[in-house]
């Protein structure tokens, strides 16, 4: 967050690797080959898991990642480099540089924890060869990738925060903490909404953290629709987590103080879980709709490699997605204005408490916004466009009935999360609309996070069922 006249570089320079004069096509050719031969390499041990059924183990899921991780680990800086050497054109801008930065670190950190995950597979292999396919179950292997690229994000984005942070001036003059003035709660009723508040996040943290341990634990709920089920809850309790605890603090305490990378991490994660939550639900109506429309080739298409990659690439869109809206925030300046007329660090309120030019920022929110909402969006309509017609085509009672058992929850979901969505957007575009936008926030961040799995468990025969399992295992072991 810098002033517009302060003494700061806007691009670096690569000097690149010492060549000597008149060995740079000599060079290029030969790191253009090794570059070529590692993302052609890395593919074909991608391609070859996931089309012989008989790697579909835990050290080749493993491996696919670790080959998917260097391709990419490799992508980050060898075309700079070639572009370097032959074009001579050594200036990086400080945007690409940091995000460079960011994903070698990143993808360095997951080659990382995925070696020791493999180091672990086979030891469980050698070591215990009669109990490995209970110990390296499908929901463990999924855990232990799902882990391994989670803390390599939030590690690298503290060093990201941290070193954008020395890269500012000491002298300048740019606020170091801002003020959340929380909810308009009328003074003597903060208990209740404290109370209150306090029982709705805890009723999401348990609802949602029970829906993922009742798939893992039966095995009947091992299906696509359940994998991504389980993903949406972790995001969901995310999300919220992200929020409620120093939204509950302020009312209890009266301490309204954030620091500037306690509000920048809090901005980055809201928008991480938020883009993976609307991801997840593209996702899903695109499970529900090859379920209803093409039910004889489900299992062939929802395969265990698509619905993975499906859930991979929602986290890291969505990573990416949050990483460009925060570095391009800590860009600008923040001068002596900062009260935060909300209850958490909102990107559009803070852009708008900056001194600084924000236009860049509100193109990237335009197009970004494209990307994370308007097409997931689009792909949900188009799902259940599809849905529909293949129901009116053979119109039936039954077949409506089952149409509705298998896409109702979702139906409900996606409807609160849009709705609130729609709502939020509407609130801010109209005049004196702060509490307004808040209500919609509350809506958006704490009540949909919370009614989720009262939706999934409600309306679903399976999650009933297996809860119901799962209290009589307790009352047996209680007894």
Not at 125 to 138: F, G
Request: proline share 5%; charged share 10%; aromatic share 12%.
């Amino acid at each position: 967050m810098r002033p517009e006249n302060q003494s700061s570089v806007s691009q670096f320079l690569l000097l690149g690797l010492p060549i000597p004069p008149g060995q740079q096509g000599v060079f290029f050719t030969l790191f253009l080959g090794m570059y070529l031969t590692t993302v052609l390499g890395n593919l074909l041990i991608i391609l070859l898991i996931r089309l012989d059924s008989r790697l579909h183990t835990p050290m080749y899921f493993f491996l696919s990642h670790l080959a998917f991780s260097d391709i990419s680990l490799s992508s980050v800086i060898v075309p700079k480099m070639l572009m370097n050497m032959q074009t001579r054109q050594q200036s990086i801008p400080y945007v690409g540089c940091i995000s460079q930065l960011y994903f070698y670190m990143f993808f360095v950190g997951l080659d990382n924890f995925l070696l020791a995950v493999m180091a672990y597979d086979r030891y469980v292999a050698i070591c215990h060869p009669l109990n490995y396919t209970t110990i390296m179950r499908e929901g463990l292997c999924m855990l232990l990738v799902a882990g391994s690229w989670i803390i390599s994000c939030v590690h690298d984005l503290l060093h990201i925060l941290l070193l954008v942070r020395l890269m500012r001036p000491e002298n300048q003059s740019s606020v170091s903490e801002f003020l959340l003035l929380g909810l308009p709660i009328p003074p003597g009723q903060q208990g209740v909404f404290f109370t209150l508040f306090l029982g709705m996040y805890l009723t999401t943290v348990l609802g949602n953290l029970l829906i993922i341990l009742l798939i893992r634990l039966d095995s009947r709920l091992h299906t696509p629709m359940y994998f991504f089920l389980s993903h949406l809850a972790f995001s969901d309790v995310s999300f919220s987590s992200v929020i409620v605890p120093k939204m509950l603090m302020n009312m209890q305490i009266q301490h309204l103080r954030i620091s500037y990378p306690g509000c920048i991490s809090q901005m980055y994660f809201y928008i991480l879980f938020g883009c993976v939550d609307n991801l997840l639900l593209a996702v899903m109506a695109y499970d529900r709709y090859v379920a209803i429309c093409h039910p004889l080739h489900y299992t062939i298409i929802m395969r265990e490699g698509l619905c993975v990659l499906l859930v991979a690439g929602s986290w890291i869109l969505s990573c990416s997605s949050a990483l460009l809206h925060t570095l391009l925030l800590v860009q600008l300046s923040f001068c002596t204005y900062n009260i935060i007329p909300h209850f958490f660090c909102s990107l559009p309120i803070l852009l708008k408490l900056s001194c600084s030019n924000t236009s860049v920022n509100e193109l990237v929110i335009f197009t970004a916004g494209a990307v994370v909402v308007i097409f997931p969006l689009s792909g949900i309509m188009t799902s259940y466009g599809h849905i529909a017609a293949s129901i009116l085509r053979v119109p039936s009672t039954k077949g409506i009935c089952k149409a509705l058992s298998t896409c109702g929850s979702h139906l409900c979901v996606v409807s609160l999360f849009y709705g609130t969505i729609m709502a939020l957007y509407f609130s801010s575009s109209s005049n004196n609309s702060n509490d307004k936008d808040m209500i919609a926030s509350l809506m958006y961040t704490v009540v949909t996070p919370m009614l989720n799995p009262f939706i999934y468990s409600l309306r679903n025969k399976d999650m009933k069922l297996a809860l119901g399992i799962l209290f009589r295992n307790s009352v047996l072991v209680a007894k």
